[in-house]
């Protein structure tokens, strides 16, 4: 396709500019084509102009598939809208296919009608065998239901920057720019964001930067010129509660939340950590903080990690270790001695497709029962589930308050779909935060390591070297108050009843579940984790059809919030869409002795909303949602 402008004296059609309340845009190609920078891009320009958002990046689990292939396919889901969202959208609106087997595996999910942007250059007899095409299915019938818009982008770039001094393969790494530009016009969208990114990241290599701003405008310019879309759309900002906000992705936003606890605790913060994907970034994250004084300790492996981490509990600061499923069940032992030990220790589980290696770099909510239970004896320990990216912040916080308040190691769980995935999040002011302050004991008179607080059951935190405060710690079971070790099998009785009525007793200290929509509703759908946003959305439709229905959603999973078993008694129908096999399923229904419908899905994808509204469908009868 040609990029020049129309002969002189020949004036172009005008082009139609139609406003849209949200749309759902998936950027898809070879691991090596930069699609999750390209769809990173596109969503920090759409929050800077006040758009709600939220993302789905989706990476592929081989470090480096063969290129071409269906396993080697990354792709980046935005959705952006003028109104309050709680997911990145299921079926996209507009795919950009950098390569055949990027169509291959993200054209089932475009809507009807929907645009198709791809990269011609790509469709080579090599790359469609690769994918399984037979034909070139962009010369065939197979895409006549779709808006389909063809450019040759990688030839395009080249000729973009033919003066750029870049060897050719550097060139032929700007054409995700080129597609991020030609994106940026179909949406109405500046590229200054990006233009500043560049300039910013490759400040020391002003070469690399140049180029993929040229070939950015190049096709931007190529939509102005050629107009190869007859309309271009508008999104106009959303109408959220005032503030300062950010976009920030679930990782970060548990990094800050560790800075936060740190800060509003007064305690240093000491993370121990192993790399496990997808929990590295709060690695990398908080080893950037050390002027807060965070200290980051990349271990040789998962046990060091924890073990790390427990010492630097013993020795008074706010400890944590992040990993995800595999490095939890490694780490199970040490966690048990910071249990029976009674320290505060925070342990954050991004979840992911398991079991073993499982599905790396997909996500699962499937650890639920292992953070329960997946420790020898009688060890409960509190866990906590954020629901979103930017719900992370305050997860966290309230991880740190539990563990420091009561003396107790916590779970707290994200996943691969949390962690990666990002939202707008309203800053909070400092003084709103909780006051996290923690009282050390420092009197040497009447000091008894395990002589507990009347309404926490908390024992003393008494920092080794107080002078009188001497005492062992150890996984031997010890002695009521004196902290000796003792084999009495009534003490031991006694030790594991108090252990675990200081963790039920949380439940005093956590708020009531809260219901929303219909009070007399025939069915509730009950969540945890990363579902709120799926289950949200979804009953928004219904009840806007005219559906009965009401939702819940959990952040407290051990102990439960003391009104539970009352909310669960309240329905006919109690709808649990969980990522696993119907882990809180079964422990609903072993608590409560109410039957739960569990709606079920291990596919490494989150639930969409429109699953949960045809669930509610089968189970209700009802025919008011379409």
């Known amino acids: 396709m040609s990029t020049e402008a129309p002969p002189s004296g020949k004036k172009q059609a005008q082009v139609a500019t139609e406003t849209l309340d949200e749309v759902v845009v998936r950027f898809a190609g070879d691991s090596g084509d930069g699609m999750q920078l390209t769809g990173t891009q596109f969503t920090s320009t759409s929050a800077r102009l006040g758009n709600d958002l939220a993302t789905l990046p989706d990476f592929p689990a081989e470090i480096r598939a063969p290129a071409g292939t269906l396993p080697g396919v990354s792709a980046f889901q935005v959705r952006i809208a003028d109104y ?43 790359n469609l065998k690769k994918a399984g095409y037979e034909v070139n299915p962009l010369e065939d019938d197979s895409l006549a239901g779709y808006r389909v818009h063809t450019a040759e982008i990688t030839t395009m770039t080249m000729r973009a920057l033919e003066d750029s001094p870049l060897d050719g393969r550097a060139k032929n790494r700007s054409k995700n720019f080129f597609a991020l530009g030609m994106v940026y016009w179909l949406f109405s969208r500046p590229m200054d964001t990006s233009i500043a990114w560049l300039e910013k990241k ?52 548990v990094s800050m939340g560790l800075i936060a606890a740190s800060r509003r605790s007064g305690l240093p913060l000491f993370l ?26 990349q271990a040789e492996d998962e046990i060091a990690a924890v073990c790390a981490s427990i010492g630097a509990a013993f020795g008074g600061a706010l400890a944590v270790t992040t990993t995800s499923g595999p490095g939890l069940a490694l780490k199970a032992e040490a966690i048990n001695l910071a ?93 709103d935060l909780p006051d996290l302050r923690v009282d050390f004991w420092t009197d040497a008179e009447g000091f008894a390591p395990y002589r507990r607080d009347e309404k926490t059951l908390a024992r003393p935190w008494a920092i080794p070297g107080t002078p009188g405060l001497e005492h062992r710690v150890g996984g031997l079971e010890k002695e009521d108050i004196s902290g000796n070790v003792s084999y009495d099998p009534d003490n031991h009785q006694r030790m594991t009843d108090l252990r675990a009525a200081k963790v039920a007793g949380i439940a005093d200290d956590i708020p009531e579940l809260e219901v929303h929509g219909d009070v007399d509703a025939p069915i509730l759908i009950l969540g945890w984790g990363s579902t709120h946003g799926s289950i ?91």
């Not at 690399?208 to 309309?231: P, W």
Request: aromatic share 8%.
């Open 84 to 126: 309050d969202i709680h997911t990145p959208g299921h079926r996209p609106d507009v795919l950009i296919a950098m390569n055949p087997a990027a169509l291959k595996k993200s054209i089932a999910d475009l809507k009807p009608n929907g645009i198709l942007i791809a990269n011609t250059d790509e469709f080579k007899a090599g």
């Open 202 to 253: 490759f400040k020391n290599r002003p070469e690399i930067a140049e180029a993929n701003v040229m070939a950015m405008k190049a096709g931007f310019n190529f939509c102005d010129i050629t107009q190869i879309f007859q309309t271009r759309y508008e999104v106009d900002p959303a109408q959220l509660p005032p503030g300062t906000y950010r976009n920030i992705m679930g990782n970060s936003a």
């Open 272 to 297: 121990g950590s192993y790399p496990i994907t997808p929990a590295s970034d709060i690695l990398h994250e908080l080893s950037r903080y050390k002027t807060f004084g965070v200290t980051t300790f």
């Open 339 to 431: 249990m029976i030990v009674e320290l505060p220790l925070v342990i954050c589980n991004v979840q992911r497709g398991g079991p073993s290696t499982g599905l790396p770099t997909k996500t699962e909510q499937s650890d639920l029962l292992q953070a329960m239970f997946g420790r020898n004896g009688e060890s409960p320990m509190p866990v906590v589930a954020a629901s979103s990216p930017s719900d992370s912040f305050d997860a966290t916080l309230e991880a740190c308050r539990i563990a420091t308040k009561y003396m107790v190691p916590v779970i707290l769980l994200t996943d691969g779909y949390i962690a990666n995935g990002s939202e707008p999040w309203l800053l909070p002011k400092v003084e």
């Open 536 to 626: 949200t959305g979804g009953v928004n439709i219904m009840r806007a059809a005219g559906q009965k229905v009401a939702r819940a959603h959990l952040r407290h999973l051990n102990p439960f919030p003391r009104n539970l078993g009352e909310v669960l008694s309240r329905f006919d129908h109690v709808l649990v869409p969980e990522m696993n096999g119907g882990q809180l399923a079964l422990l609903l229904q072993g608590r409560y002795l109410k039957k739960i419908d569990s709606f079920c899905k291990v596919e490494g994808k989150p639930f969409f909303r429109d699953e949960i509204i045809q669930k509610v469908k089968e189970i209700t009868g009802s025919e008011h949602v379409n």
